[in-house]
């Protein structure tokens, strides 16, 4: 086995279509994404006797607590997994010492699984003290028809759709780089309500536009009239439809837009033949005073099914690993997740 890194989007492309890896952030997009905040990509391919069978895309994110090499939701290995992983962590290892930097982060998209769990232990991984990225997600199967979509609800979403229908609330889609402007309004808002850091318009324009060259993602906006109430960006690829970004004003609180609008979305991913719309993260059932918790409550309202995934793993390579750890572990006790 060896391991290669992968100039030729076709090359990725295929892999991942093939796979349907229950993430978008293993597609070329994400990588283009990540290069415009600046971060360094590497797409690596796992090859055996010249067929690819994994793939491992890896940036470097580089921060005054330690800098890491970051593989979001991967790797994704078809074939000969264990000794397929051995190889790149060998490949990771030496590309960490050659950019200097203090540990590896992997945030497996594999469902919880005690023997991977094993053998990232084995290595040397340790739990790394937060995620980045969604561990337990919330996963609807669109591939059923729409009356038993509806069937599957609970009562109260079912209600609210059909009361934001009666309210006379439009929902309108977008491809338009343009209308970022208006969805960013609302997302300022939300995240100050929130309290989350959000990104800079910039940034979300240029997702937007990344994604949206092959048509892989919408602009959702749930209106009362011309008002804009609710708003979303999603994200269609690798099969699924994902629940990317979401918004909403404090305005018209008593009109239920925003399941209107997830239905909208969850037809949009039928109609493009997706099999599932992912609705990100949701909270664990035990932690009852989670901040997610309404979230959650939401998002199970469509009906659905939870799928879990490893714990986010760390390598640590220097000492100044463990300064990250503390920071980490001080931004989780904050954020209490």
């Known amino acids: 086995m060896e391991i290669r890194l992968i100039d030729k989007r076709e090359e990725w492309q295929q892999f991942i279509d093939e796979a349907l890896p229950h993430t978008f952030l293993h597609t070329w997009e994400w990588k283009l994404s990540q290069e415009v905040l600046g971060n360094k990509t590497f797409n690596l391919g796992i090859y055996n006797e010249n067929k690819l069978i994994g793939v491992a895309f890896v940036y470097k994110i580089v921060a005054r607590r330690g800098s890491f ?21 060998i490949y990771l290892k030496d590309l960490a010492k050659k950019e200097k930097v203090d540990f590896i982060r992997i945030s497996p998209i594999e469902k919880r699984n005690q023997e991977i769990e094993d053998q990232y232990k084995n290595l040397g991984f340790r739990g790394s003290p937060i995620h980045t990225h969604p561990e337990l997600s919330w996963m609807l199967d669109v591939s059923i028809t729409e009356e038993q979509l509806l069937k599957d609800m609970k009562k109260r979403t079912r209600y609210s759709i059909t009361k934001a229908q009666k309210d006379n609330v439009r929902i309108v889609s977008s491809t338009d780089s343009g209308d970022i402007e208006k969805f960013y309004d609302t997302y300022l808002e939300t995240a100050s309500r929130q309290i989350f850091v959000p990104f800079s318009k910039n940034y979300i324009k240029k997702e937007f536009e990344i994604f949206n060259r092959d048509g892989k993602i919408l602009l959702f906006f749930a209106k009362l009239q011309e008002e804009i109430i609710a708003t979303a960006m999603i994200i269609y690829s690798n099969g699924s439809g994902f629940y990317h970004h979401g918004a909403s004003t404090r305005n018209h609180a008593n009109i239920p837009a925003s399941e209107y609008l997830q239905w909208h979305a ?8 997706m099999n599932y719309y992912n609705f990100w993260g949701i909270a664990p059932e035990e932690l009852v005073n989670h901040p997610w918790v309404g979230i959650t409550r939401f998002k199970k309202g469509f009906g659905g099914f939870a799928e879990e995934y490893i714990h986010s793993q760390d390598y640590p390579i220097t000492i100044k690993y463990w300064l990250n750890y503390a920071v980490e572990t001080l931004r989780r006790i904050k954020r209490r997740y």
């Open 69 to 89: 090499l970051f593989c979001p939701h991967g790797p994704i290995i078809k074939e000969e997994k264990e000794k397929a992983f051995a190889e790149l962590f």
């Open 266 to 273: 969850i037809l949009e991913a039928k109609k493009r033949g």
